[in-house]
């Protein structure tokens, strides 16, 4: 039996149209905003109506196709030259999570040898879907290797939402506690509320308590308490972007979680799809961090909490150094050393 059926989809594609559950209303109200050109997709990923790095990508792809969808020429050059712009608009809507990129440049080049302009399209479209519809597999088979790494009665820790909602279905980072619920195993989560905009506070702990998986909600700053004081058996996050030697970008405050897991002697598992890995970068010192906006930081929703015109710093991820992870979970398997020796290889395997 499935825990997943409580959890709304993220993204329904309904052939003409793409409905995106606005996650920004969550917990509080299920809506879904219905984007019908690549700007209103751009729009809900900026403003983080969808988001975790998986479900951007695909929500990236089906706004490409929104976009091209419209192109009038016949002249394949034109189209492509157009459809270079809008992948251009649709990465730069957040920089850091790789998977939109990688999302994009799979159709472009996937439909780079299409005869026709109409031929393009399709292909695109039929890509895009093809992608949305092979992460709920490849979610779950990352779920299935993070479950071999834990046990029934596991008390796990995560950080930010890397759930059902960031993907098509099961998540990355929560995909071995759905499973784990699906087996009939006692598991338990807790979950830090991630600020400033408290993704685990808002969707992590509702899309727990929704598959009835116990869960206890922290502030960020009790995670040394937490891990002098009760038992937590692994700590899993998910990744907006793994360089070729481990390096991870992943939710502002992934970082000191490493740190204090690291000082406890807690495995830190970082849990990932192959999109999520971008071997063309070394090390994580070249990852760009994707600064937001301020009223984040000196405002909670419409309530100012920060005097006028204070200083303000907003990076919306951190990165942690690969020593600080005991192992990249994929759906591939799980590395725990020699990260660009086997990242390589199951690049050249594809
Ligand atoms: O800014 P967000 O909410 O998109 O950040 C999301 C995260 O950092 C997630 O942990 C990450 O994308 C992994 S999602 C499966």
Redesign the pocket.
């Known amino acids: 039996m499935t825990t997943l059926q409580q959890i709304p989809e993220s993204l329904q594609w309904n052939g003409e149209t793409l409905n995106i559950l606005d996650?920004t209303k969550l917990p509080l109200e299920i809506v879904y905003i219905e984007a019908t050109s690549l700007q209103d997709v751009r729009e809900a990923i900026v403003k983080?109506q969808v988001?975790?790095?998986?479900?951007?990508g695909l929500a990236a792809a089906y706004g490409l196709y929104l976009g091209v969808r419209d192109i009038e020429t016949d002249k394949i050059e034109e189209f492509r030259e157009q459809s270079r712009r809008f992948a251009d608009e649709l990465i730069s809507a957040?920089p850091?999570?790789v998977?939109l990129a990688w999302a994009v440049e799979k159709l472009l080049q996937l439909s780079s040898d299409a005869q026709s302009v109409a031929e393009a399209k399709f292909i695109i479209m039929e890509e895009a879907i093809k992608l949305h519809l092979a992460d709920e597999a490849t979610?779950k088979e990352i779920g299935e290797n993070a479950l071999t790494l834990l046990h029934d009665g596991a008390a796990v820790l995560t950080?930010?939402?890397?759930?059902s909602i960031?993907?098509s279905r099961y998540?990355?980072?929560?995909a071995p506690l759905h499973l784990a619920k699906e087996k009939g195993w006692e598991i338990s989560a807790f979950a830090t509320e991630?600020r400033p905009?408290f993704?685990g506070a808002r969707?992590t702990s509702w899309e727990l308590k929704q598959s009835g998986i116990p869960v206890t909600l922290l502030t960020d700053n009790m995670v040394g308490y937490l891990l002098q004081n009760k038992k937590v058996d692994a700590i899993i996050?998910?990744?907006?972007r793994i360089t070729a030697n481990g390096d991870t970008?992943?939710?502002?405050g992934?970082l000191q979680l490493a740190i204090l897991a690291n000082y406890y002697q807690i495995p830190f598992y970082v849990?990932?799809?192959l999109s999520?890995i971008d071997i063309s970068i070394e090390t994580g010192k070249e990852i760009v961090i994707?600064q937001?906006d301020r009223s984040e930081v000196t405002n909670i929703g419409d309530l100012q909490i920060a005097p006028d015109g204070i200083d303000v710093l907003n990076p919306?991820?951190d990165v942690t150094p690969n020593e600080l992870i005991t192992a990249i979970i994929t759906e591939n398997g799980i590395v725990t050393s020699n990260y660009r020796e086997t990242f390589l290889r199951w690049g050249n395997e594809e």
């Open positions: 996650q983080l988001r975790g790095a998986p479900a951007i957040r850091t999570a998977n979610c950080h930010c939402n890397a759930g960031a993907t998540g990355t980072a929560l991630t905009v993704q969707l996050v998910g990744a907006d970008a992943n939710k502002i992934t849990a990932a799809p999520t994707e937001r919306a991820f």
